[in-house]
């Protein structure tokens, strides 16, 4: 049907149906048949034979209001589908950690306008669930999202753009916070800040895992969500929480960032990108983080 509006639309245009079957590259009876065949679905008249040629009845005036602008906006989309099976892609969707995008995302952009500056960015600061919602939903192209990542590698094509060492995260007036530096199983007894699995999954499970290599399992006093709500946490309830290392550049109120000294104690970046035939733009991207991770290492 969609072929039939945009034929009639034609000949509306012209004015004439010899003329739309000439623009159409179609036979003049061809074209007559399926104006016939459109009037028939619809159940109405849609042109009237002048001796100037034809022109729209009602019904013909109020399709070309009403579809035209469908005609256009599937024609459009069409388009951009067309473009994507190419590779090609005039927009790209990011979902990144906030906590990330100042280290990592913020130089790897400067970089993709370089070299890509007709590409227009939609940046979406969520958290690590609603990143993994996103692509899965098809709302995003590509996603910078931390260890959360690991369990959802298999879905998507995925980067490891850099192993972090971690700190731990502690009250300015926590004996802790004096430390240059601190082994994880010097925290055996602290009470641990959690975050809610539901907006960062498997977050606690890597505490978790860090804590036994040194012996003991963590007591998580509190769960929150989020990772802001966490570091209140941690000044309110004198908890501590593990987080990638790049927070001691990072400044909260009355949070002091600890590196931790145990060499097995790592966090992962990881990239997250659609499968399928990955647009230009979006593979300059994920190498221009793969540059910038290099620097973070």
């Not at 149906?17 to 623009?23: D, G, L, Q």
């Not at 022109?55 to 599937?74: E, N």
């Not at 996603?143 to 094509?157: C, D, K, S, T, Y």
């Not at 590196?259 to 647009?279: C, H, N, T």
Request: aromatic residues 4%; contains cysteine.
């Amino acid at each position: 049907m969609m072929d039939r509006i945009r034929a009639l639309l034609t000949v509306i245009e012209e004015g004439s149906v010899n003329r739309a079957a000439v623009r159409l590259r179609i036979t003049q009876p061809a074209l007559s048949r399926q104006m016939q065949a459109l009037e028939n679905e619809l159940g109405g008249k849609l042109l009237e034979r002048e001796t100037s040629g034809v022109k729209p009845t009602g019904l013909g005036h109020a399709l070309v209001k009403s579809m035209s602008p469908l005609v256009a906006s599937y024609d459009e989309a069409l388009a951009e589908l067309r473009r994507q099976a190419r590779g090609e892609r005039s927009e790209l969707r990011v979902g990144y950690l906030l906590s990330a995008a100042q280290s990592m995302l913020t130089p790897a952009l400067a970089k993709l306008r370089k070299s890509h500056p007709e590409v227009k960015l939609k940046l979406h600061d969520m958290s690590p669930r609603e990143q993994l919602d996103g692509l899965r939903a098809g709302e995003l192209d590509l996603a910078l999202i931390g260890q959360e990542g690991v369990m959802a590698a298999r879905e998507f094509h995925s980067a490891k753009l850099c192993s972090l060492h971690v700190c731990v995260a502690v009250s300015d007036d926590d004996a802790i916070a004096a430390r240059k530096s601190i082994a994880l199983k010097e925290l055996k007894g602290r009470d641990f800040i959690g975050v809610d699995e539901d907006q960062v999954p498997g977050r606690n499970r890597w505490v978790t895992a860090l804590c036994k290599t040194a012996g003991f399992k963590p007591r998580f006093a509190v769960v929150v969500d989020g990772i802001t709500n966490v570091l209140s946490q941690v000044v309110s309830e004198s908890g501590v929480t593990l987080l990638p290392g790049y927070f001691e550049k990072l400044q909260h109120p009355g949070v002091t960032f600890v590196p931790v000294s145990d060499e097995r104690a790592r966090w992962d970046f990881i990239v997250l990108w659609q499968k399928g035939r990955a647009s230009t733009a979006t593979r300059a991207l994920v190498e221009a983080l793969k540059q910038v991770a290099v620097k973070l290492r």
